[in-house]
């Protein structure tokens, strides 16, 4: 039955697909980006102290949750190459679809139980949470190209996007209100454990359900998948196979070579702080309470979701104006600006001036970059394998950017430093930037 409804280019199919993104974006915003970075600082003000004693050593909790997101991502980038050639050979990426899915819910509802006497555990459930989300998104962007037709790509990708940001920001306005007023949920403190704790960890709860309950019209409607023609002898290691082809076609793409070197330094940045922007103002803004801290934080969330769509909007329209590569190197310019100004932001009012600027340049710097690429690309029809390839090395580069701003906040001993030193990527990654000709394709001019 779901075979005769996976009609490619049909309404419900492309739906289906863009249903996704409402399902699995409330863990990038909730989790990754505001409820947990709270309730992670809360743990460690609660107990009064700011380090904690880990794998036979002492690490502050910056670093320490730095580490772990480098970690995940080097195991997001050896692992999503070994699926997509397991699956290719199977021909049901829905299977895999599913259980990063199921992965990545279960580990949400698992961070019920995070705390500081139960921190391998709680740091296991973070770790494959990222997994569950980074490797089901790449997944399910995989199978763009199946569900939609050339001329249908950018409007479902869109409306994913918004669907997306819709659903996320609903279950982000719930889990405030819960957080704010857990009283009114009849959450009430317990074994000495603050209500407003006791509701973040509820978030997380309501975070998993809601991935694994919406993605189910997602999965009932997507194709298992298709095989790859031709031999399929090293099975495992195909995906690495198609990426050391497109790595050999490289080097007849000078162009493409330079974008992607530029590309490599500055999303290492800019990932990077999208993924450490709350865990910075958690701790090193002065908040008049806790309870402002806590408001202000998830405020500050919004503002960067709400003003990234006004960002991705103008960015877009500056590149049908001055091009793709001009427009990048105007925003990795005022990038580095942001990152000279985030080094003095103290007050609340100072974050929030941040956070409208990150989210004028993130939103326009992340769609322009993939378009770009997507432009770039020499004509073939394995887009796949070089979209794979752009997504392994955004996540090497996010490996690169956590553990270094790990490192130096732990050796510097303050957050601020180590914003300094991505501002320093942004200004490497603009001057590579110059060096990219888009006058030397034939397609219209970039």
């Keep these: 039955m779901t075979v005769a409804l996976a009609i490619k280019g049909s309404k419900r199919l492309l739906n289906a697909w863009a249903f996704y993104d409402w399902a699995n974006s409330v863990y990038s915003l909730v989790i990754s980006s505001a409820i ?73 509802i698992g961070l019920y139980w995070f705390s500081l006497d139960n921190i391998y555990v709680g740091l296991l459930c973070y770790f494959f949470g990222l997994v569950g989300f980074w490797v089901s998104f790449a997944i399910n962007n995989s199978y763009l190209p199946d ?4 001329e249908q790509q950018d409007g479902i990708s869109a409306k994913g996007f918004s669907m997306g940001y819709i659903g996320s920001v609903i279950l982000l306005l719930f889990n405030l209100a819960m957080v704010m007023n857990p009283d009114f949920f009849g959450i009430i403190s317990d074994a000495g454990e603050a209500a407003e ?68 330094v500055y999303s290492m940045a800019v ?41 991705a909007t103008l960015t877009a329209y500056a590149s049908r104006i001055f091009g793709n590569i001009k427009t990048l190197i105007v925003v990795n310019i005022l990038w580095v600006f942001i990152c000279i100004y985030a080094y003095f932001v103290i007050t609340p009012v100072d974050f929030y001036i941040a956070a ?24 073939t029809t394995d887009t796949a394998s070089f979209f794979s390839f752009y997504d392994v090395a955004e996540k090497i580069g ?24 991505l501002g320093v990527f942004f200004l490497i990654g603009m001057i590579l930037l110059t060096r990219v000709n888009p006058k030397q394709h034939k397609k219209a001019p970039y």
Excluded at 82 to 106: E, H, Q, T, V
Excluded at 285 to 303: A, F, K, P, Y
């Design 147 to 150: 569900v939609a037709f050339p």
């Design 197 to 264: 704790i006791k509701a973040m960890k509820y978030s997380f709860v309501t975070v998993g359900i809601w991935w694994i309950l919406f993605s189910q019209y997602t999965f009932y409607h997507l194709p298992k998948g298709f095989k790859k023609k031709g031999k399929r002898d090293h099975i495992v290691l195909n995906g690495f196979r198609e990426l050391k082809l497109v790595w050999h076609q490289l080097g007849d793409e000078i162009r493409l070579k330079r974008y992607l070197g530029a590309f490599f």
């Design 36 to 108: 947990f970075p709270i309730f992670y600082g809360a743990l460690f003000r609660v107990a009064n102290i700011d380090k904690v004693s880990i794998f036979g050593g002492e690490i502050a909790r910056a670093p320490l949750i730095s580490y772990v997101t480098s970690l995940a991502f080097v195991f997001i980038a050896i692992i999503t190459p070994l699926i997509a050639g397991i699956s290719d050979y199977l021909g049901n990426k829905r299977l895999f679809l599913k259980i990063f899915c199921y992965l990545g819910g279960i580990s949400c």
């Design 356 to 379: 409208g600027c990150v989210g004028m340049v993130m939103g326009g710097i992340q769609a322009l970059s993939r378009s770009t690429y997507s432009k770039f690309i020499p004509e």
């Design 271 to 311: 990932q990077t702080v999208m993924l450490i922007a709350t865990y910075f103002g958690e701790e090193e803004i002065h908040w008049g309470s806790d309870s402002e801290r806590t408001t202000g934080l998830i405020v500050s969330i919004l503002v960067i979701q709400i003003v990234a769509i006004l960002g």
């Design 398 to 421: 996010i490996v690169i950017g956590t553990f270094l701003y790990g490192f130096v906040a732990q050796y510097s001993g303050s957050m601020r430093y180590a914003i300094i030193f």
